[in-house]
Structure formats: structure tokens, C-alpha cells
């Protein structure tokens, strides 16, 4: 029987794509990334619309991070069309990797089997799992009772969310539950709390698989605060968030990195501050380690620090 360790990876975005890239270099280890279908923006939104389909967006961007090697085809998967005038007409604006998960969605008659195809030609490491296979809108409540629909116009409205929601009932894949149900490690993905993350969190199935799962579970926090979604959020305004919503955790992974006060100032013009603790005691579990890398003068999580802080996490559940 297999020893591996069996590391669930819960998200969207760019955010879980770098946890992804880290932890795909892990030996010995299973890997399950379930991601949100509820972005509606873009390709993703046009796609949505016109053919009633999952948002793929997200997943397409998992499966490259999770391709055993980068190749032509998975840079392809990546490459967007133009559309200088800015019309989205015909292809103009589409990201290739949405376009064949579309044309594989129509011709199997099933987005499951459309994302496990194209997994096999990219070779990627780990299963991909849609959290649902169903065409779902994200709705966020803020604080002054406005309720705005959308993931894309969500972070886009100047108020504080107060909690995000399905105005219908929304059931998880079997496969999601299944992985969390068999972890050993949960990790919530880095990235936009409310609308790449707990669009996964809050669907039932899976907010109740991750009460009872045995696994440990870490949330990889952000560096930065998000303009429109977490203005002034804390270390622990993050974790709040997650456990309003029914997601569970047990220890949080803070980026210990001293970032430039250079790039502190170019962040701060756009409205971003660093996320930092304000507390000296928590009821789960702070592990700090260096996280970053800057690029052009962007933050970024490295995901060779990423693998170093999962390969951490494993060797402290074998203890």
C-alpha cells in the first residue's frame, strides 16, 4: 500500500498556481487541487454566457502550474488572443487553454472528463477537480447591506464585505469531498480570500468534509492586502474570514520577509498594504517563513520557498 501523503489544495487564481508549482516537485506525495468555477470574468465570463459552461479560467491555470514540464502545448494553453480594438469579437481576447476546454466540455458532453483529458495531455501531476460542475454566480453581502453579483464586480465595489454567498443550492463533486475526506494536509491557497477561496469553502459538502476530515488545516496567507477585498486586513482579519465561512483552521503560514520599502510604496499608490500580525496569541498555530521573491518590482510567492514550507508541514504530520 502507497505511503504517500495525500496534500488537498483548495483556491483559485494565480495564488493557488504558485502553491501548485511548489508542491508539484514534492516527492511522495498525492496531490488533489480543487479549484473554483465561479469566476465570471474575461474569457472565463464570455465562455459562461454563450455556452452555459463552468468557468474553466482558473483550472486552466492549475493545470499548466501542474504540468510535469513546461511545454509548447502548456504554454499554449496560456496564450491569449488579441483583440486590440477591444470588441470580444469572434476569438479576439480568449485564452487558447479555455477555448479547447470548451470545444472538450461540448464534444464529451462532460466538463469533468473535458478537465481530465486535457490533464493527461499536459501530464500534469496531481488531479484537478472542479469544487462543482455546476454554472454558479458568487453574491457578496457588505457591511451596509448591498448585495453586489459577480466574482469579477465584487472587489470592484468601494464598501467591506461582510460574508459571500449562492443565491441556489450548490452541490460539490463527489471528488472533492472524496480527496478532503482522504488528506492528510489541507492547504487553503494563496490569493483572494473571498473570491478565489471560499467560492469552494462555502459549498456544503465541502464545508462539512473539511469539519471532519483527520488532515491538518494550513492557510498560505497573502503578503498583501487586495484593493477592494481586504483594505487593512491583518494576518488574522484573513483567518477571521475563512472561519466565518465555515472553513476550518489549524495553522497559518506568514511570509517573514522584509519587503523593500520601495516596493511597499509602489503597492501603497494602488491602494495595498502588507498583511502583518497584530496579535501575540491565536488559537491555531503561526508558522513564519521567508516566502517571497520580487520581480520588476512585484511580489510574488517562490515556489521552491513553498515546496520547503509543505515539505515542513509533512515532516511535522509524520512526527
Known amino acids: 500500500m502507497s505511503s504517500n501523503k495525500n496534500i488537498v489544495i483548495i483556491g483559485g487564481g494565480h495564488g493557488q498556481s504558485a502553491i ?37 479560467g482558473d483550472i486552466r491555470n492549475v ?51 473535458a478537465v481530465r483529458t486535457i490533464g493527461s495531455v499536459l501530464r500534469v501531476r496531481g488531479d484537478i477537480i472542479p469544487a462543482t460542475t455546476q454554472v454558479i454566480s458568487l453574491f457578496a453581502r457588505m457591511d451596509d447591506g448591498v448585495i453586489v453579483k459577480g466574482e469579477a464586480n465584487i472587489p470592484n465595489i468601494s464598501n467591506h464585505i461582510r460574508t459571500v454567498f449562492y443565491d441556489t443550492e450548490v452541490r460539490a463533486t463527489p471528488e472533492a469531498v472524496q480527496a478532503i475526506e482522504k488528506a492528510d494536509l489541507i492547504i487553503y491557497g494563496i490569493g483572494s480570500v473571498y473570491t478565489s477561496i471560499l467560492p469552494n469553502v462555502i459549498i456544503p459538502e465541502i464545508r ?32 477571521q474570514a475563512l472561519m466565518d465561512h465555515g472553513g476550518p483552521v489549524d495553522a497559518a503560514v506568514v511570509a517573514s520577509d522584509s519587503i523593500p520599502e520601495e516596493i511597499l510604496k509602489r503597492y501603497a499608490e494602488n491602494g495595498s498594504t502588507a498583511v502583518t500580525l497584530k496579535q501575540k496569541d491565536h488559537s491555531y498555530e503561526i508558522l ?11 511580489i510574488r510567492h517562490d515556489p521552491r520557498r513553498i515546496q520547503e514550507a509543505v515539505e515542513l508541514l509533512i515532516t511535522q504530520e509524520r512526527r
Open 20 to 56: 501548485c508549482r511548489g508542491v508539484k516537485n514534492i516527492r511522495d506525495v498525492n496531490i488533489s487541487a480543487i479549484v473554483t468555477v465561479a469566476d465570471d470574468g474575461g474569457s472565463t465570463g464570455r465562455l459562461r454566457r454563450q455556452f452555459h459552461i463552468p468557468a474553466m
Open 63 to 113: 493545470m499548466i502550474a501542474l504540468a510535469e514540464s513546461e511545454t509548447m502545448l502548456s504554454d499554449l494553453m496560456d496564450y491569449r488572443f488579441e483583440d486590440p480594438e477591444g470588441t470580444e469579437m469572434d476569438v479576439g481576447g480568449h485564452n487558447l487553454g479555455n477555448l479547447i476546454l470548451t470545444a472538450l466540455t461540448q464534444q464529451s458532453g462532460s466538463f469533468l472528463e
Open 208 to 239: 462539512d468534509a473539511l469539519h471532519h476530515t483527520k488532515a491538518r488545516r494550513v492557510y498560505f496567507c497573502n503578503a498583501m492586502t487586495q484593493p477592494g477585498e481586504t483594505d487593512g486586513y491583518s494576518v488574522e482579519d484573513h483567518v
Open 288 to 298: 513564519k517563513t521567508p516566502l517571497l521573491l520580487y520581480e520588476d518590482g512585484l
